[in-house]
């Protein structure tokens, strides 16, 4: 999610590499289906397994889309059925 990016980045110089590297890919907008999602995929992992808003902002928009979730991160999102995801290799 761009905003997670942006939020992550610990400097102004560091949020314009991340906004530089960030203009090579596609953004999706929210939409209605992916806000239910969100709800849907917080109801069902929120408690079970931690899942926090902004990941289930970017499952639910990787589902919706069918696309691939490429992450560090992917103790925050294995657990999702239906969600591919891609660690990638330093």
């Known amino acids: ?53 902004a990941d289930g902002l970017i499952a639910a928009t990787c589902l919706g889309h069918n696309v691939t979730l490429v992450t560090y991160n992917v103790d925050d999102f294995h657990f999702i059925h239906g969600l591919k995801w891609l660690r990638p290799t330093v």
């Open 1 to 53: 999610m761009y905003v997670e990016c942006l939020q992550g980045s610990k400097s102004n110089r560091e949020r314009r590499i991340v906004e530089s590297y960030l203009t090579r890919f596609e953004l999706y907008d929210l939409t209605a289906d992916i806000s239910a999602r969100t709800i849907d995929l917080i109801r069902t992992y929120s408690n079970t397994h931690g899942l926090l808003l």
